[in-house]
């Protein structure tokens, strides 16, 4: 799946992040100088860009159930194959980032399809502190 | 905005595939079915108002995706990661094989 040099592989969003209804298209490379972090970049505007990390390191029991609906959404044919990111949220200091838990981004490796699922149960905050991770 | 009556079991349509049905009114709490196509996201109104706001809020801070912010977030990890970087060839990153020397290393 390695993409030749400065292409990179599109992950279309079946249905927009809420608050970007204009962007489907978008890309996601790995920060230079962390392990851990990614930019999430709209292929049309690159002003629109999230910083998403898995979510393992900064929270190990974090296990998000995936929804009837949104695995039909995506047409996932194989479950193992999704791979979940959580949106951060940097605010002025970057010790008071937060991570979205509520609304992780939810994307089918094989299809490149992606969605952010609302996960059911309200006990996830869409403002997770990093810090106390 | 229309507005309709209907009674415990009736239903609305909306379109011509999203399905409303009132499944039960206990009090002031009613519970509703949905069916929809499969490219429809259904959400609690408030949970979608929310939603929006943390994402526009997380893409339209300072330069989120800055190495030096995303370096100093890393760095909120307590412990130093051995985590791989994401599989399946999705994400381009030059220095693959980077160990995670920049995150912190107290515990």
Redesign the interface.
């Known amino acids: 799946l390695t993409e030749p040099d400065g292409e990179l592989p599109i992950i279309e969003f079946v249905t927009p992040m809420p608050g970007f209804p204009e962007h489907r298209r978008f890309v996601l490379a790995r920060i230079e100088g962390t392990e851990l972090l990614y930019a999430l970049r709209a292929v049309d505007d690159p002003a629109v860009r999230f910083l998403v990390a898995p979510p393992a390191p900064f929270f190990p029991a974090y296990a998000p159930e995936i929804d009837d609906h949104s695995l039909e959404m995506l047409q996932v044919s194989d479950p193992s194959a999704l791979l979940v990111l959580l949106v951060l949220s940097v605010q002025d200091h970057p010790e008071k980032t937060t991570a979205n838990l509520l609304a992780p981004i939810v994307v089918d490796q094989n299809s490149r399809r992606a969605a952010q699922v609302v996960l059911a149960g309200n006990e996830l905050s869409i403002r997770t502190p990093l810090a106390t991770a | 905005m229309l507005v309709l009556t209907r009674r415990q079991g009736e239903s609305v349509m909306v379109g011509d595939e999203v399905v409303i049905t009132v499944l039960e009114v206990r009090g002031e709490v009613i519970r509703l079915g949905i069916q929809a196509p499969?490219?429809?996201?259904?959400?609690r109104e408030e949970?979608?108002k929310?939603?929006?706001?943390?994402?526009?809020?997380?893409?339209l801070?300072?330069d989120?995706?800055s190495?030096d912010?995303?370096?100093?977030?890393?760095?909120?990890?307590g412990n130093s990661?051995t985590?791989?970087?994401?599989?399946?060839?999705?994400?381009?990153?030059?220095?693959?094989t980077?160990?995670?020397e920049?995150?912190s290393e107290s515990e």
């Open positions: 499969r490219s429809v996201q259904v959400h949970v979608y929310e939603l929006q706001r943390a994402n526009r809020e997380a893409a801070a300072t989120v995706t190495e912010v995303a370096r100093a977030v890393a760095n909120l990890l990661p985590a791989a970087g994401i599989g399946g060839g999705l994400a381009a990153g030059r220095g693959d980077r160990k995670a920049d995150s």
